[in-house]
């Protein structure tokens, strides 16, 4: 079992008397298609094999009992008291706040939880943690939902308590993830596909800038305000239109540029743009061929940094010397940006060599220590079997 899974069983069974159930809930890696997913675009996201770990039981009360063993705190609420309070309590609540919002009659249970995602890194360690106990409840209440409910249901409770006015990508990733599999979303019509990743020769690499990109939640919800508004001066004058990406020519927008706001503009630029570069690359992963694939991966984070503002010094310089690297193809921030990870395509046999260069000359300039993590994919929240 992994020692994560076994600690948190074991710190169940010291603090509980029963039985729990135990589960994985994964963090996500994205491809491309940034900050899209809430614009009606494509993203292509795969789930990973770090996460969050449940243990979970009801307890025959009205009481909800949480420990948080990352934290080393306890919640301890009564079912009839779920409220938004604060930081990770919020995330939890908030998913057994959908559950009542659907009328589901919730009983008391008991909860021990860990993973090994660190916090604000850019892999969705918020949509492991509303995930893996959305999973166990609706399990435990016999709810029905299926995979796809469950990741709106999450993504519901990430916009209530936490107000983070999120997309859809971490939640259906975390639900949906399959291993060895990437994901190809429509985030309109949230048709999706799987397709094998063929890396013929390189790795994903993720690299932690570790600066921390937790609060910037005001951030985020901003970057979606000016998207919305964009939006909205472009469908009043453009009658066809439905989303950005009926917008094929970015003649069509310039045309409005003096009716918005320059940072209005820039984000609708951003993201008329990425969606066109989605489409390109997941044609490009189909036919192998990663160099092009790559390239696009540095034009998005040229766009995440100059057109939608959400890199930092940090991520900018991590990207800047990747692009020099002739053994990486290609890099950018991932995930919501400010922090966080970026993502690497690096040649296997150089990978040690470029995380040993990269974290070196990052250290020396920001005096921080950077980590990095090869990426393996996994399969979307499951059951895990306590008996192994
Ligand atoms: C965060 C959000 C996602 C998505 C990304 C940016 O991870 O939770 O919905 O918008 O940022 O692509």
Redesign the pocket.
Known sequence: MNPIAATVLKRFKESFASEPALYFSPG?I?LI??????NDGF?MPAAINKGVYYAIAENQSNDIHFYAMDFDEWLSIAITDVKKISGWKNYVLSVINEFLLLGCKINGFDCVFAGDIPRGS?M?S??AVEGGLAFALNEMLHTGLNRVGLALLC?RA?HNYPN?N??????FANMMGKQEQVLLLDCRSMQHQYFPLHMKGYKIVLLNSNVQHTLISGE?NTR?QRCEEGLSILKSQLKNIQSFRDITKIADLQVYKSNMPEKVYNCCLYVIEEIARAKKAAELLQQDNLIAFGKLMYATHEGLSKLYE?SCAELDFLVELASRNRNVIGARL????FGGCTINLVAVDAIDQFIEETSKAYQQHFDIIPAAYIVETGDGTKEIDVTL
Do not use: P, T
């Open positions: 996500r994205n298609g940034e900050h899209v997913d809430y993203v850019g969705s918020s949509a993504q990430e983070v999120c997309g859809i990508m971490d939640q985020y979606r959400v991932m995930g919501g940006g």
